[in-house]
């Protein structure tokens, strides 16, 4: 590495840890592909890492078939999405809550591509840097059998609550970064942030 990709590195690295504010996603989604699914929920925790600044979550209303299996998984029926906004106006919330901060998800690619696919229709952009939770679990705490959310917050002892609700596992996946944070410290984990551009092409 040329001492100039150093030198900008470390410096991309200190601005990160100076200004670090992070917004923690979940997005709950009518299929298993993100690319084929629509968004049905939305939950958002923003964090400083020292404390919370904002939280929001809401149901979403679709078009799309909600599969028995999908309303089984979430707990969410057709019904329940009946007089919930359209993804447009979650839209403009999520871009008002996101922008300058550090997208955080479990699973950030399927999290991030879900809402690419729906931000695509709406005419906005979204490209953040992203932390993965769960490969940045991979790096920190080799050797577990399954790095799940559901697995991961056993091991830790964070009480997830419904399982494949945005609001719960949102909630989950903080606790989980608020903790690796507290036993590897804060410029550790931001050595994992990486811009959605480079994340997309992984």
Same mark, same amino acid.
């Given at each position: 590495?040329?001492?100039? +990709?150093?030198?900008?590195?470390?410096?991309? %690295?200190?601005t @990160?840890?100076? &200004?670090?504010?992070?917004?923690? !996603?979940? !997005?709950?989604?009518t299929?298993?592909?993100?690319?084929?699914?629509?968004?049905? %929920?939305?939950?958002?925790?923003?964090?400083?890492?020292?404390?919370?600044?904002? #939280?929001?979550?809401? *149901?979403?209303?679709?078009?799309?078939? @909600?599969?028995?299996?999908?309303? =089984? @998984? &979430?707990?969410?029926?057709?019904?329940?999405?009946?007089?919930?906004?359209?993804?447009? &106006?979650?839209? =403009?919330?999520?871009?008002?809550? +996101?922008?300058?901060?550090?997208?955080?998800?479990?699973?950030?690619?399927?999290?991030?591509?879900?809402?690419?696919? %729906?931000?695509? #229709?709406?005419?906005?952009?979204?490209?953040?840097?992203?932390?993965? +939770?769960?490969?940045?679990? #991979?790096? $920190?705490?080799p050797?577990?059998?399954?790095?799940?959310?559901?697995?991961?917050?056993?091991?830790?002892?964070?009480?997830?609550?419904? =399982?494949?609700?945005?609001?719960?596992?949102?909630? /989950?996946?903080?606790?989980? $970064? @608020?903790? *690796?944070?507290?036993?590897?410290?804060?410029?550790r !984990?931001?050595? /994992?942030?990486?811009?959605?551009?480079? %994340?997309?092409? /992984?």
């Open positions: 590495m040329s001492s100039i +990709t150093q030198a900008t590195d470390a410096t991309y %690295e200190a @990160l840890m100076q &200004t670090a504010e992070f917004i923690v !996603v979940d !997005v709950e989604t299929h298993g592909d993100p690319m084929r699914g629509s968004i049905i %929920e939305v939950a958002v925790i923003a964090h400083n890492g020292i404390s919370e600044l904002d #939280r929001w979550n809401t *149901l979403v209303n679709t078009s799309a078939e @909600l599969s028995p299996f999908i309303q =089984k @998984l &979430t707990g969410i029926t057709p019904g329940m999405l009946e007089g919930a906004p359209f993804f447009p &106006t979650v839209a =403009k919330s999520l871009h008002a809550s +996101t922008h300058g901060r550090i997208m955080v998800a479990h699973n950030v690619r399927y999290d991030m591509t879900a809402l690419q696919h %729906e931000l695509a #229709r709406t005419g906005l952009s979204y490209q953040p840097d992203t932390l993965c +939770t769960e490969r940045l679990c #991979r790096q $920190l705490v050797n577990l059998s399954y790095y799940n959310l559901g697995s991961l917050s056993r091991y830790f002892g964070i009480r997830q609550g419904h =399982k494949h609700r945005a609001a719960h596992d949102a909630q /989950a996946a903080l606790e989980l $970064l @608020l903790r *690796l944070i507290n036993d590897h410290g804060q410029e !984990v931001m050595k /994992a942030v990486v811009p959605w551009v480079q %994340e997309a092409r /992984a």
